[in-house]
């Protein structure tokens, strides 16, 4: 059954939090929620699905609903890592297409910086994980992973570190314009470069930045949606995919996008030419360049010369990317930037995003998210909006 | 920095032994001829539970790595090695000269000593 045409996003908040002290993770995550819920014209007495992931306070889809006074008759805890929103606003618009719930609470919230578990991600214990005796004793951390593919991708394709710094570049284009964004400095090409190397060939301004923060998503049904005073955004398409190493068979040159992609653009019933505003997950630079790549906004291979002399940058470049400032520059709450993404992803859509970023006629956009690991385990996620 | 012994689970415990008497295993489907990494005592492309160990060389070339740095100094040396006899494996590279290292090096197995635990399998150039 396509969902297109079956379920609306309605609300959304962003916390403008960036280290939560003073607030509890609980407190985090009813702040977005009745921001969302404002924002939509509707109230927690109309929420009849919740869906959240584990870094979610307690067992979320039970205690959540206790402490926001919810009543659910659909509940989803998924988690995927950083993607798992996106794979939320997926499966919570295919329970309102199936009438399983007229209006969907999806939220997100971590307050890890505040308490000094800020390299972690966010509400996961990793007991039990099948490849931890067989990864743990190598210390290969997160930056080591993903710079593994960054040097795949340079060997196969020609790939530059300059274009690698592009990404990071037109993320500070965008985020001089988020008054909430951590890092609102504009950088260049240079200062990336030049900045103390992480894991080879990964800079430190190659790496997203680690906050707090949080959001949610209000999903409901056409009619419902239309009763409201907000724009008309529809879930157009939507679709996830898990990718691993198969027991061996690594092949870091391609990602889980490679086939969300094509189905959500299938269900959406349009083409990458279409797209007029992109939401890609952006833990790091290579991250980007992959999932441009992956989902077809560019041909496998050319990523990086299609990012570079500013490609990303709203105004300038072909492919409008996280005009927020993204991970890359304003937040990453949890280690976990998926929310972020379609928060972005649906103020353009709206035509809401800061008036110096804002793309013209944005009357199909996508959000894609990478959770897990780009070299391992990852989940990729695809959501395209269209606006009505 | 002393590597941490892993976890050692019940399905794994012939490949942990096997590198304890310096032998390096991996597995292969009797069904299917599937050879995988790491140990699980089934076959995960075909589901067939006739797997059997399979001693290999550890000989192989560096598909991909990297130098991940803390304080400026190089912390570890993360690398996935296409061995000759199958799968690409996880793991990391020692005892080498870090500002040569390429991609399709040649390399070999090394085992090193982890904390009150069996060895573990690193790699380095051949
Ligand atoms: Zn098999």
Redesign the pocket.
């Known amino acids: 059954m396509s969902l297109n045409g079956q379920a609306y996003i309605a609300g959304i908040y962003e916390h403008p939090t960036r280290r939560a002290d003073g607030i509890s993770l609980a407190q985090l995550h009813a702040d977005v929620a009745i921001g969302a819920l404002e924002d939509a014209g509707l109230t927690t007495r109309d929420v009849d699905g919740y869906f959240c992931a584990s870094e979610a306070p307690g067992l979320g889809p039970l205690n959540v609903p206790n402490y926001l006074g919810l009543k659910p008759r659909y509940v989803e805890s998924t988690d995927t890592g950083g993607s798992a929103y996106l794979v939320l606003v997926h499966h919570a618009a295919q329970a309102v297409a199936s009438g399983r719930c007229n209006v969907a609470l999806i939220t997100m919230g971590d307050t890890q910086v505040a308490e000094g578990l800020g390299f972690s991600l966010g509400g996961v214990d990793s007991r039990g994980a099948p490849e931890a005796p067989f990864s743990g004793p190598y210390r290969t951390f997160p930056a080591g992973m993903y710079a593994m593919v960054a040097r795949r991708h340079m060997y196969e394709y020609g790939t530059t570190s300059e274009q690698l710094a592009w990404v990071k570049v037109a993320a500070s284009h965008h985020a001089q314009h988020n008054p909430h964004a951590l890092m609102r400095n504009v950088v260049t090409v240079e200062d990336v470069l030049n900045s103390p190397l992480v894991a080879d060939p990964l800079h430190r301004l190659d790496c997203c930045v680690v906050t707090d923060g949080g959001g949610a998503v209000v999903i409901t049904r056409p009619e419902i949606a239309r009763s409201l005073k907000r724009p008309l955004v529809k879930v157009a398409g939507a679709s996830e995919f898990v990718k691993h190493n198969e027991g061996g068979k690594v092949d870091l040159t391609w990602s889980a996008g490679r086939y969300s992609g094509p189905r959500a653009f299938e269900e959406a019933g349009c083409k990458p030419s279409d797209i007029k505003y992109a939401s890609l997950y952006d833990s790091f630079t290579i991250t980007v360049i992959m999932q441009l790549e992956d989902i077809g906004l560019c041909e496998k291979g050319k990523g990086g010369k299609f990012v570079a002399d500013g490609g990303l940058i709203s105004g300038v470049g072909k492919m409008p990317f996280n005009t927020d400032g993204g991970g890359l520059c304003s937040n990453h709450p949890g280690n976990r930037g998926g929310m972020t993404k379609i928060l972005e992803a649906v103020r353009q859509s709206r035509g809401e995003a800061h008036p110096a970023v804002q793309v013209p006629d944005p009357n199909f956009v996508v959000a894609h998210g990478t959770g897990g690991t780009l070299s391992g385990d990852h989940c990729g996620a695809t959501v395209i909006l269209e606006r009505e | 920095m002393a590597i941490p012994a892993p976890e050692i689970r019940p399905e794994a415990k012939p490949y942990w032994d096997a590198l304890a008497e310096g032998r390096f295993q991996i597995q292969e489907?009797k069904?299917?001829?599937?050879r995988f990494y790491y140990a699980r005592p089934f076959?995960p492309?075909?589901?067939?539970r006739n797997?059997a160990w399979l001693p290999i060389s550890g000989n192989g070339t560096i598909y991909s790595f990297s130098l991940v740095r803390q304080k400026g100094a190089i912390a570890s040396a993360p690398v996935f090695v296409a061995l000759d006899d199958g799968p690409t494996i996880l793991s990391a590279l020692v005892d080498c000269d870090y500002d040569k290292l390429a991609i399709g090096q040649r390399v070999k197995l090394k085992l090193m000593p982890s904390d009150n635990g069996p060895p573990i399998p690193f790699f380095t150039p051949a």
């Open positions: 489907c069904d299917c001829n599937n076959c492309s075909c589901m067939s797997v």
